[in-house]
């Protein structure tokens, strides 16, 4: 069964500096991956995804992830936080092919400060 | 076009208590999916329709949750009676047959048992 770990519960960054969440997966196949934020008193949204093809993948509101598939990491970066990107960030990997079961990770917490 | 939408947003209960969580897809979604967080904890996978059929009910903790989706529309998620443990955040969410991966997610239903 596939499995996510996203080593950090909270990050605090400055506004304005760059940011890295980590997420690393287990699964056997070529997965599908995701990166959801959750704003406070919102659903989740989709930020981006990999399914196939080039590695780095550009996503909304100035994120990107790189996919590795030698190290199973999908790491999410933004070069410059903005306050209104405090939010919970979950990685997730689905199964490719079949009814895509989605595996969440445990999320983390990202908060700015001035 | 609307979104994800369930109902409540809050619901709190005494223990012994019966809930039903409703949830709306996204017109024209097959796939439906039930999630729930506990707080501190990932995003757990309950179960997933195709239409009206349960393709996969691995998820559900035990038998004091009922999810029907009659008419292959909209879903109900029951629990009765509810337990303390059973408190956390629920999460729908849908899918098209013929877009692969993303899951559109609702703004999810909290569910207290006091």
């Known amino acids: 069964a596939q499995s996510v770990t996203q080593p950090d519960i909270h990050i605090t960054v400055s506004e304005g500096a760059s940011l890295e969440l980590r997420c690393n997966y287990s699964y056997g196949a070529t997965p599908y991956l995701f990166w959801y934020v959750q704003s406070p008193g919102q659903g989740l949204q989709l930020l981006l995804k990999y399914f196939s093809g080039d590695t780095l993948v550009q996503g909304i509101k100035g994120f990107e992830a790189e996919f590795k598939r030698s190290q199973s990491s999908f790491n999410l970066r933004k070069p410059s936080v903005h306050w209104s990107d405090a939010a919970e960030y979950f990685c997730?990997?689905?199964?490719?092919?079949?009814?895509?079961?989605?595996?969440f990770g445990i999320g983390t917490k990202l908060q700015v400060i001035p | 076009e609307a979104g994800v939408t369930q109902f409540p947003s809050h619901s709190v209960i005494e223990k012994g208590q019966t809930v039903t969580l409703r949830c709306d897809p996204i017109?024209?979604?097959?796939?439906l999916y039930w999630y729930r967080r506990v707080m501190g904890k990932e995003i757990k996978f309950l179960l997933h329709?195709?239409?009206?059929?349960?393709?996969?009910e691995s998820g559900m903790p035990n038998n004091r949750f009922l999810a029907e989706r009659t008419g292959g529309t909209y879903s109900t998620l029951k629990v009765q009676p509810a337990e303390l443990e059973d408190s956390g955040v629920y999460f729908c969410a849908s899918r098209s047959t013929f877009e692969t991966g993303e899951l559109f997610f609702g703004e999810g239903s909290r569910l207290t048992v006091l």
């Open positions: 017109s024209g979604h097959d796939n």
């Open positions: 997730a990997v689905g199964i490719s092919g079949g009814y895509q079961k989605v595996t």
């Open positions: 329709f195709v239409k009206e059929s349960k393709q996969d």
